[in-house]
């Protein structure tokens, strides 16, 4: 039989404390169930929950629980949302190439530096990019956007953003995951950044590393790193700002996501 939530839940520390991006550790586990979170996302797992972790994930591979009906459901509703939209109108608005195919329209959208072609019924990848749902799910979001107002240039953090209080622990995961995974070795995520294409900029004084991103077209993501001090037992520190706009593109879940790719492609 599938594992089910309130069994979940009886692994997990019950303490609330939201360092999984969640408000309960209950909130928590239904997403481990209904919508395949990962259980690793608890940085408080109890034995038993960390024994659990490969029994749920192979639970999700064979299509138990609701991880594959969640993503298809997702991705349906997606695509009935942007099935009415002209994409040779909105394709500018987006900073995407519009083109078609047998007759079916598809917008070309660079995404990490690889053009990814977009029907209203499937995503296409270049040869050799294994394909992600949950890519899909971000760039159908990117497109139900249709584009808005060009970058203002001015930077802000992600818990300035309307209701992303209870997210916000999550985002300071990832970035105090990247800063410790980088500390000491500024020379390897400069090497990184140059090969995701991340251009210098200068926004903050004292940052060592300054960089914009732009994995999608109208989303450009700063990153600032601040090197560890050993001396002044300092550790190394780095925050994502983004542009004051960015609202108008992507909602919050896809913003994370999008975080979380480029954390994973620089520490790749």
Same mark, same amino acid.
């Given at each position: 039989?599938?594992? *089910?939530?309130?069994?979940?839940?009886?692994?997990?520390?019950? *303490?609330?404390?939201?360092?999984?991006?969640?408000?309960?550790? @209950?909130?928590?586990?239904?997403?481990?169930?209904?919508?395949?979170?990962?259980?690793?996302?608890?940085?408080?797992? *109890?034995?038993?929950?960390?024994?659990?972790?490969?029994?749920?994930?192979? $639970?999700?591979?064979?299509?138990?629980?609701? +991880? +594959?009906?969640?993503?298809?459901?997702?991705?349906?509703?997606?695509?009935?949302?942007?099935?009415? @939209?002209?994409?040779?109108?909105?394709?500018?608005?987006?900073?995407?190439?519009?083109?078609?195919?047998?007759?079916?329209?598809?917008?070309?959208?660079?995404?990490?530096?690889?053009?990814?072609?977009?029907?209203?019924?499937?995503?296409?990848?270049?040869?050799?990019?294994?394909?992600?749902?949950?890519?899909?799910? @971000?760039?159908?979001?990117?497109?139900?956007? $249709?584009?808005?107002?060009?970058?203002?240039?001015?930077?802000?953090?992600?818990?300035?953003?309307?209701?992303?209080?209870?997210?916000?622990? *999550?985002?300071?995961?990832?970035?105090?995951?990247?800063?410790?995974?980088?500390?000491?070795? $500024?020379?390897?995520?400069?090497?990184?950044?140059? +090969?995701?294409?991340?251009?210098?900029?200068?926004?903050?004084?004292?940052?060592?590393? $300054?960089?914009?991103?732009?994995?999608?077209?109208?989303?450009?993501?700063?990153? @600032?790193?601040?090197?560890?001090?050993?001396?002044?037992?300092?550790?190394?520190?780095?925050?994502?700002?983004?542009?004051?706009?960015?609202?108008?593109?992507?909602?919050?879940?896809?913003?994370?996501?999008?975080?979380?790719?480029?954390?994973? +492609?620089?520490?790749?």
């Amino acid at each position: 039989m599938p594992l *089910t939530v309130m069994e979940v839940l009886k692994t997990l520390p019950r *303490t609330n404390c939201g360092d999984c991006g969640q408000a309960t550790c @209950l909130a928590f586990a239904t997403r481990v169930i209904k919508e395949g979170e990962e259980l690793t996302r608890c940085p408080h797992l *109890t034995e038993a929950a960390q024994a659990m972790a490969g029994d749920i994930s192979s $639970q999700q591979v064979a299509g138990g629980g609701r +991880r +594959r009906e969640s993503i298809a459901i997702a991705l349906e509703a997606l695509q009935e949302k942007v099935a009415p @939209l002209d994409f040779a109108a909105l394709a500018d608005g987006v900073g995407a190439s519009f083109g078609e195919l047998d007759g079916c329209p598809y917008v070309g959208l660079m995404y990490f530096g690889q053009v990814i072609r977009v029907f209203k019924d499937k995503v296409c990848y270049p040869e050799g990019v294994e394909a992600n749902p949950w890519d899909a799910i @971000l760039l159908y979001n990117y497109l139900a956007s $249709q584009g808005g107002e060009e970058a203002t240039g001015i930077w802000i953090t992600y818990q300035s953003l309307p209701n992303s209080v209870s997210k916000t622990k *999550t985002l300071k995961r990832l970035e105090a995951e990247l800063a410790a995974h980088f500390a000491g070795k $500024q020379k390897d995520l400069e090497a990184a950044t140059a +090969r995701l294409g991340g251009e210098p900029v200068k926004v903050a004084e004292d940052a060592d590393l $300054q960089l914009v991103f732009r994995p999608l077209p109208k989303v450009p993501v700063l990153l @600032l790193f601040w090197e560890a001090d050993p001396e002044e037992d300092f550790p190394a520190k780095l925050h994502y700002l983004f542009d004051g706009n960015v609202g108008d593109y992507l909602d919050l879940e896809s913003l994370l996501f999008l975080v979380e790719q480029l954390s994973n +492609r620089l520490m790749a």
